[in-house]
């Protein structure tokens, strides 16, 4: 493998990290275009972002208290709409980033396609741990972060292959 090789090897998981936290940002925006939130939901979010980001730890953990309750309350009653968006972008992001991770690669363009979905599987699993999601979400989610995983590293694979070559046809004297 060639020097370019082994960086674009290295740099594979982390353009798919990148473009996977980017993708489940904005498809979860689009969903809270689309379905837009609880405004205490809203609230407690924000001062729980400002909280962390002033690094007061008492301040973010109070943040914390407030916001786990409401949100618990909020899963136990939400229309399928937006636990559905969620879902989709649990996936939508995971199908992105493993696609990115597989396109940089040079080689084990599966691997790192699977990588980046089973990062997004153990973010479901935290996520899901920390609140009360209603178990067909996160049954979804996992479901279909490995099929589009596998998908996008197919995809990759089969779109990337190496060039077949061409039978060299020699000319005989008679």
């Known amino acids: 493998m060639s020097v370019l090789g082994v960086v674009r090897c290295t740099l594979a998981p982390f353009v798919g990290l990148l473009v996977f936290i980017l993708s489940v940002m904005a498809l ?23 909280a962390m980001v002033s690094g007061d730890p008492e301040r973010y953990e109070q943040a914390s208290l407030e916001l786990a309750p409401a949100v618990e309350a909020w899963l136990a009653t939400a229309p399928i709409g937006p636990l559905l968006a969620v879902v989709i972008a649990w996936v939508g992001g995971g199908f992105l980033g493993s696609l990115a991770a ?42 279909g972060v490995i099929l589009m995983s596998l998908l996008a590293g197919r995809l990759m694979t089969r779109s990337r292959s190496a060039p077949v070559p061409v039978p060299r046809i020699e000319k005989t004297l008679d």
């Open 28 to 50: 979860e925006a689009i969903g809270h275009v689309v379905y837009p939130p609880p405004a205490d939901i809203v609230a407690l979010s924000k001062a729980h972002g400002e």
């Open 102 to 143: 597989a396109a940089v690669a040079t080689a084990g363009r599966m691997w790192f396609s699977l990588l980046i979905g089973a990062v997004d599987v153990i973010g479901i699993l935290m996520v899901t741990d920390q609140f009360s999601h209603p178990t067909w979400m996160p049954i979804l989610g996992i479901l």
